[in-house]
């Protein structure tokens, strides 16, 4: 049971570039998270979705777009990476079991954007 | 105004010394709170719940005072293992449909030395 994994783990991108990080759950959780965490930020919530084929803005979307085609995966897509999106990415899943259920989440993406 | 926020310290306290976190978050639909904990350079991992009637799980009590919108998390002879950052986190309502939207405070940032 691998629970929630991202990939890739480690990335560099030049100014303009795109690249779409992926987020795989094997736990059929409803609901998925992409946050961003900077430091002395917390964990930043950029879009979620609530279930497959839905997805909403989170507290910074502005640069990212998401899909969840299928409820498993959620990916996070940079259209025109920009330098201020250097961060470390990190994915969740969670079941909401009366509002009480527990996130899991994935080891990270550290992006780097020169 | 940030929808959960935390004093991000750092707190400095000797083994054996009892600390507390205090979180506050503004919106009034919220439905559900959590402490995470994360250490440094990994994934937050589930501390606790946090329930109305307040809860206790070994050496740490978290409580809820609804009408004030304020959490709390003691932690009671603490070991150096409790080193860590320790978030607050609220459920609230996404799209006015589903308790889905997972939000972190930035982090208080706690050292515990010998």
């Known amino acids: 049971n691998a629970g929630v994994t991202q990939t890739p783990k480690f990335r560099v991108l030049k100014t303009g570039q795109s690249m779409t990080l992926l987020c795989a759950q094997d736990m059929n959780h409803e609901y998925m998270y992409w946050y961003r965490q900077d430091p002395g930020m917390g964990l930043r919530l950029i879009h979620y979705s609530v279930g497959e084929g839905t997805t909403a803005k989170g507290e910074v979307p502005d640069g990212y777009n998401v899909s969840r085609l299928k409820k498993q995966n959620f990916l996070l897509g940079l259209e025109s990476a920009a330098p201020s999106q250097t961060s470390v990415y990190f994915c969740?899943?969670?079941?909401?079991?009366?509002?009480?259920?527990?996130?899991?989440f994935g080891q990270g993406t550290r992006l780097t954007v020169v | 105004r940030k929808e959960v926020e935390q004093d991000p310290g750092p707190f400095n306290v000797p083994e054996g010394a009892t600390v507390a976190f205090n979180c506050t978050y503004s919106?009034?639909?919220?439905?559900?709170f959590f402490w995470y904990r994360q250490d440094c350079r990994k994934e937050p991992k589930l501390l606790m719940s946090v329930y109305s009637s307040g809860n206790e799980d070994g050496r740490f009590t978290a409580q809820l005072n609804r009408a004030s919108q304020y959490i709390s998390l003691l932690i009671r002879d603490s070991k150096l293992s409790d080193s860590a950052t320790y978030l607050c986190?609220?459920?609230?309502?996404?799209?006015?449909?589903?308790?889905?939207?997972?939000?972190f405070g930035q982090g208080t940032i706690l050292t515990v030395h010998p």
């Open positions: 986190v609220v459920n609230s309502l996404s799209g006015g449909t589903s308790y889905g939207k997972l939000t």
């Open positions: 969740a899943s969670r079941q909401d079991v009366l509002g009480m259920g527990k996130a899991f």
């Open positions: 919106n009034s639909a919220s439905q559900s």
